[in-house]
């Protein structure tokens, strides 16, 4: 794995109960997500967000949650199943040059990048596939960390993804982290 990607270890860090009390999943991502809607978690790690977003889009809608790390998914499948969740979450192992989510072409309405955009070496790549599989109205919220990614990486970012065709539509206040909230002015190839 490469070296930049956070140990599945480190993931207990920030993956615990204490989170909640500034970064609630549920109510963090509820004005972007509709019941029945199809989400997708990218880095869902053990799946922290992933849970807030299968109660959100309620028995009618549906989760991908896609991670590079096998250790992640388990943990994830462990607590999907024991909220009673796991029917609504679709846990997907990916490679670092594929997120393995062709199939979802025109299906998502609301893509999910969770402090963990920092950690992929070719975002041009990444972005592309995430905007093939957006709905025209689809959206994608990217965050990041204060206290790893400092401002100015996260403008790089943006204008990358504003370069590749996203138009930036909402910066919410995510407690200490950058957001955004984007759309592709266009499809990708
Ligand atoms: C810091 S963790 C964040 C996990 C989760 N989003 C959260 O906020 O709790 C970053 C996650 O992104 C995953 N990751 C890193 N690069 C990735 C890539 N290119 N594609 C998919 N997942 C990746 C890592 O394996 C890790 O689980």
Not at 63 to 81: C, E, G, N, P, Y
Request: aromatic residues 8%.
């Amino acid at each position: 794995m490469a070296e930049h990607v956070c140990p599945w270890w480190f993931c207990y860090t920030f993956d615990n109960p204490l989170r909640r009390l500034v970064q609630d999943p549920v109510s963090t991502l509820k004005p972007f997500v509709q019941p029945g809607q199809t989400a997708l978690d990218l880095g869902c790690g053990m799946g922290y967000f992933t849970l807030g977003l299968a109660n959100l889009v309620g028995e009618g809608g549906r989760v991908v949650s896609v991670d590079l790390q096998d250790k992640m998914l388990a943990a994830l499948k462990r607590r999907a199943a024991k909220q009673g969740l796991a029917r609504r979450i679709e846990p997907r192992r990916c490679s670092t040059d594929s997120l393995g989510i062709e199939d979802l072409r025109g299906q998502v309405d609301f893509a999910l990048a969770f402090w963990m955009l920092h950690e992929v070496p070719g975002r041009v790549g990444f972005v592309r596939q995430v905007a093939a599989s957006l709905r025209p109205e689809g959206s994608f919220l990217v965050v990041e960390p204060k206290f790893h990614v400092r401002q100015a990486d996260f403008a790089a970012e943006l204008d990358l993804m504003v370069g590749q065709g996203w138009e930036v539509l909402e910066r919410p206040a995510i407690w200490g982290s950058h957001a955004a909230l984007l759309r592709p002015l266009r499809q990708a190839a």
